[in-house]
Antibody
Framework: EVQLLESGGGLVQPGGSLRLSCAASGFTFSSYAMSWVRQAPGKGLEWVSAISGSGGSTYYADSVKGRFTISRDNSKNTLYLQMNSLRAEDTAVYYC????????????????WGQGTLVTVSS | DIQMTQSPSSLSASVGDRVTITCQAS??????LNWYQQKPGKAPKLLIY???NLETGVPSRFSGSGSGTDFTFTISSLQPEDIATYYCQQYDNLFTFGPGTKVDIK
């Protein structure tokens, strides 16, 4: 059974940093691109970042480029999102998501999602 | 960047009704489009991939069609458990979600 378990969310002041983790199980982690998708309170879904299965290719939304860094440790089956220079508008539930197809560098969409972790940026 | 629009933004229909949601891309995305269902407090669920393919385990009352810039998502017979917000998502160039369509029971 595929499972994705996010952790690391919490309350942080504007300008602060936070690192999210997503522990994956139930599939060959290194074969799949992974993404982070966020949802601000009462708002729609926003794609944040994606990483290829090998970790060699990374992609970012313009809204987070230069502030967030996605990475993965395939030996630990874990996906990360390092978030720096956080702003109030980064407040959201952050989901990690597994790509639908293996071996696609950028990815094609998500067949499994974690339960989400809430990040609140406020003073 | 590719922009996605959806209409309507919300709708109310009776059980058994046919429900149709449209999604439009700002440029040609071929069939690189998915549809997701999200219930309150839950993670999204993939329903349709590549514009018209039903994800495994998803009821056949859900369907999708379209290519290029115009896409349609249909629930053939609305059920109470279909109350949710539905999102389209393009993956032709990175990823973009539509703004969502909230579906309620009348």
């Amino acid at each position: 059974e595929v499972q994705l378990l996010e952790s690391g969310g919490g309350l942080v002041q504007p300008g602060g940093s936070l690192r999210l983790s997503c522990a994956a199980s139930g599939f060959t982690f290194s074969s799949y691109a992974m993404s982070w998708v966020r949802q601000a309170p009462g708002k729609g879904l926003e794609w944040v970042s994606a990483i290829s299965g090998s970790g060699g290719s990374t992609y970012y939304a313009d809204s987070v480029k230069g502030r967030f860094t996605i990475s993965r440790d395939n030996s630990k089956n874990t996906l990360y999102l390092q978030m720096n220079s956080l702003r109030a508008e980064d407040t959201a539930v952050y989901y990690c998501a597994k790509d639908h197809n293996p071996w696609r560098v950028q990815g094609v969409g998500y067949d499994y999602w974690g339960q989400g972790t809430l990040v609140t940026v406020s003073s | 960047d590719i922009q996605m629009t959806q209409s309507p933004s919300s709708l109310s229909a009776s059980v058994g009704d046919r429900v149709t949601i449209t999604c439009q891309a700002s440029q040609d995305i071929s069939n690189y489009l998915n549809w997701y269902q999200q219930k309150p407090g839950k993670a999204p669920k993939l329903l349709i991939y590549d514009a018209s393919n039903l994800e495994t385990g998803v009821p056949s009352r859900f369907s999708g069609s379209g290519s290029g810039t115009d896409f349609t998502f249909t629930i053939s017979s609305l059920q109470p458990e279909d109350i949710a917000t539905y999102y389209c998502q393009q993956y032709d160039n990175l990823f973009t979600f539509g703004p969502g369509t909230k579906v309620d029971i009348k």
